[in-house]
């Protein structure tokens, strides 16, 4: 059997006329840069992501630093992350001079651990202390961080918070009132990614800004646009962060289904757990669900022990799986200048050597996953191939 990691021209197979339809109708209309589609589509995603404003930009890394930048991130300021997440969290903040301090992660949900984060800021002086000035949680995988701990500790030390929900469209997090708050509506800024592989994927590259400050929306607009307004008259240096209206065409289409996709993805993952369990295959743990509603952009299991071995054989039987990430951002060789070791985030190190992501796409089905899991079974039997 083979079975991709993500199946796009199965997705594309159920709404190709409706995509070529929409996409025909940015040809005619000859308008390529903003305009109506993207409007629309950053209309979308605000009431979606329960807020007052979305800015539609070219990509989740760029979400990331349009946000920093309308954060008046500066050369020297200090701001807090995952060190396991994908490159452009760290990167981004980075580019822009600031230093990344990396805070280790939960072992079950792999975002950011709170206590570790307060910790860390209790070994800053006062000095540091006075140029740390942002948090960016990131909700690997599709779920959110532990936000009721992080919003506390931001709001004590005054620092600003930037969610970095690429992967976490539609997810939500149970504040212990009861009440639900999606990704991207709780910091200040919430930036995504429309990559393909993401739930809510682009043909291309593409991203979002979600704010509820008409101030910040205002300036994110004006960063998009190199600074400028009004236009050819620049306060402020910005960039060509711009999301393509024929992007925003195919998003709009393919946003009409989300709530199903991510439904089945939910579903599949049910299904997983329920057939890992009548297998009983105790070298592995299953994702974590904490508090509010996990979107499985990826299903990620952790291996006691030979996970390399262990992907090289699913990829031999035909079954795509992917590292995600092999290599934790703090020793990134492009970070050596931060000083860190290995041994500073040790969980981050323990999940990169042990985790691997198996299909969970929508249109999976039932006998495939049972076949994923036959084969995953089988080789901690001893009976690799069968
Ligand atoms: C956690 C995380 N942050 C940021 C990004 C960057 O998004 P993009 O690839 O759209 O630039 C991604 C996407 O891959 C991501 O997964």
Redesign the pocket.
Known sequence: MNIPILDLKAQYKSIKEEIIAATMEVYQSQRFILGPKVEALENEIAAYTQVKYAVGV???????LISLMSANICPGDLVVTSPY?????AG?IARLGAIPVFVDIDPHTYNIDPEKLEKKISTLNTEERSRLKAIVP???FGQCADMEDIIAIAKSLDLVIIE?????IGSEYRFSDGLFKRAGSMGAYG?F???P??NLGSFG???MVTTNDEKKYQELKIIRVHGSQPKYYHRSIGGNFRLDALQAAILLVKFRYLDRWTEKRRENARIYRELFARKGVEEVELPFENKGRHIY?QFVIKVDRNRDELKQSLLNQGIGCEI?YPVPLHVQECFRYLGYRPEDCPVSVEAAAQTIALPIYPELKYEQIEYIVEKISSFYKGNVGS
Request: glycine letters at 10%; a negative charge; charged letters at 10%.
């Open positions: 070219s990509s989740g890394t760029d979400a990331l997440t994908f490159f452009s969290t981004s990131v909700h690997l970095d929900a690429a992967q976490a930036c990614s429309f990559f592989s993401k590259d593409g991203g952009n995600y």
